[in-house]
């Protein structure tokens, strides 16, 4: 009788919990197919691999949908909504100091503002990035096409350096008009 205890077990346990989470499975539902696994290997007597073959080709065939990674892409909403503030702002101040206005709050909101817009954009750039890997990582996984993420993924984590770009053109301009 095999036991759950036992180090082929074990391995093939950690290498069907690895695969899962690979495929963004819950927490919760790798506890309950372990759970399931362990109780039909103590009951049976089998061991894992006779009884249920290949850990990946199982967790595979198992179909259990990853989880919903919403929170994510909120937050790189919220790093786009504040790289697209930050930039007005610094469009708004810079241009004051291209004016001739060079007073101390001038210069502190437009190096404020372009502090804020960097940090955004690295952390969408990030937020980004992150969304493309997870999406390709389930296309490899569960065979669902990644769709516009894949054909698009370098543009789309250049797209929020425009915003960097966009104001050292200003600054460079109105450098040169000064």
Same mark, same amino acid.
């Given at each position: 009788?095999?036991?759950?205890?036992h180090?082929?077990?074990?391995r093939?346990?950690e290498?069907?919990s690895?695969e899962?989470?690979?495929?963004?499975v819950s927490g919760?539902?790798?506890?309950?197919?372990?759970?399931?696994v362990?109780e039909h290997?103590?009951d049976?007597g089998e061991?894992?691999s006779d *009884?249920f073959g290949?850990? %990946?080709?199982?967790?595979? #065939?198992? @179909?259990?949908?990853?989880?919903d990674?919403?929170? +994510?892409?909120g937050q790189?909403?919220?790093?786009a909504f504040v790289?697209?503030?930050?930039?007005?702002?610094?469009g708004?101040?810079?241009?004051?100091?291209?004016?001739?206005?060079?007073?101390s709050?001038?210069?502190i909101?437009t190096?404020g503002?372009?502090a804020?817009?960097?940090?955004?954009?690295?952390?969408?750039?990030l937020?980004?990035?992150?969304?493309?890997?997870e *999406?390709?990582?389930r296309? %490899?996984?569960?065979?669902? #096409?990644? @769709?516009a993420w894949?054909r698009?993924?370098?543009? +789309?984590?250049?797209?929020?350096?425009v915003f960097?770009i966009f104001?050292?053109?200003i600054?460079?301009?109105?450098?040169?008009?000064a």
């Open positions: 009788m095999t036991h759950v205890g180090a082929h077990h074990r093939w346990t290498e069907f690895h899962l989470r690979l495929r963004q919760e539902d790798i506890n309950e197919a372990i759970s399931t362990d290997l103590n049976s061991s894992a *009884a290949n850990p %990946r080709d199982y967790a595979a #065939s198992l @179909g259990l949908s990853p989880t990674d919403g929170p +994510a892409r790189v909403l919220v790093a790289a697209t503030l930050s930039f007005l702002a610094f708004l101040a810079v241009s004051r100091w291209i004016s001739g206005e060079g007073s709050t001038v210069i909101c190096l503002a372009g804020i817009m960097l940090s955004a954009s690295a952390l969408l750039t937020g980004i990035a992150k969304q493309i890997v *999406a390709t990582v296309e %490899r996984f569960t065979g669902v #096409s990644a @769709g894949s698009y993924a370098p543009a +789309a984590i250049a797209v929020p350096w960097p104001a050292a053109v600054v460079a301009v109105g450098v040169l008009r």
